[in-house]
């Protein structure tokens, strides 16, 4: 069945970069783009950007340009979300979800579990 | 940017209350609205995509509505497992902007 697995919770000081994973499991990988949100303690869900899985390419949300870069690996199935020049606001947990398109619309349809990232000097 | 606007920003209601959260986009989407719903401490769960087609495995107590700029989720008949907090995401373009979500209690 599809999962997403993502990489175990990190620590990190400001300033400092991180690299979160998303093994992807149980289709063709490069069928489907992936998605990345986020989540800060006890509040809503922001949107982070796209990969193109098959390609490579990405979209980032305004707020994240220069600072986030998504990546793929079609030999592992596996894509990564960076995130640099981490401040105090960046703590929060961050998810990839799949992208399911149909002909009549788009939508995320499979999550991984979370990465809990914390941002603490 | 599209503007995603829900309400309420939470609610109490019975079990076996119909409740309704409504969506409304800041420009017209289409039918490019899904609705999610997170548990405490779980990754957000898909319901209905594209305005109202109820996602596999769902129950049919959920529905979703409406196209253009406003949408409705709706639960026929609330019970105890459907605690959480709903959102709406409009996928019409990037970025995919969510709802500031609502937030559904027993009463």
């Known amino acids: 069945q599809v999962q997403l697995e993502q990489s175990g919770a990190e620590v990190k000081t400001p300033g400092a970069s991180v690299k979160v994973s998303c093994k992807t499991l149980?289709?063709?990988?490069?069928?489907?783009?992936v998605h990345w949100v986020r989540q800060a303690p006890g509040q809503g869900l922001e949107w982070l950007g796209v990969i193109n899985t098959s390609r490579g390419t990405a979209t980032y949300a305004q707020t994240f340009q220069g600072r986030v870069t998504m990546t793929s690996d079609t030999s592992t199935s596996t894509v990564y979300m960076e995130l640099s020049s981490l401040r105090s606001d960046d703590t929060a947990m961050y998810f990839c979800?799949?992208?399911?398109?149909?002909?009549?619309?788009?939508?995320?349809?499979?999550w991984g579990q979370g990465t809990l990232i914390t941002v603490s000097s | 940017e599209i503007q995603m606007t829900q309400s309420p920003s939470s609610l109490s209601a019975s079990v076996g209350d119909r409740v309704t959260i409504t969506c409304r986009a800041s420009?017209?989407?289409?039918?490019?609205l899904t609705w999610f719903q997170q548990r405490l401490g779980n990754a957000p769960k898909l319901l209905i995509f594209?305005?109202?087609n109820l996602q596999s495995g769902v129950p049919s107590r959920f529905s979703g509505s409406g196209s253009g700029t406003d949408f409705t989720l709706t639960i026929s008949s609330l019970q105890p497992e459907d605690i959480a907090t709903y959102y709406c995401?409009?996928?019409?373009?990037?970025?995919?902007?969510f709802g500031q979500g609502t937030r559904v209690e027993i009463k």
């Open positions: 979800a799949r992208r399911m398109a149909t002909i009549d619309t788009k939508y995320l349809d499979y």
């Open positions: 594209g305005a109202s």
């Open positions: 995401q409009q996928t019409y373009s990037t970025p995919w902007t």
């Open positions: 420009l017209g989407i289409r039918s490019h």
């Open positions: 149980g289709y063709t990988f490069s069928t489907y783009y």
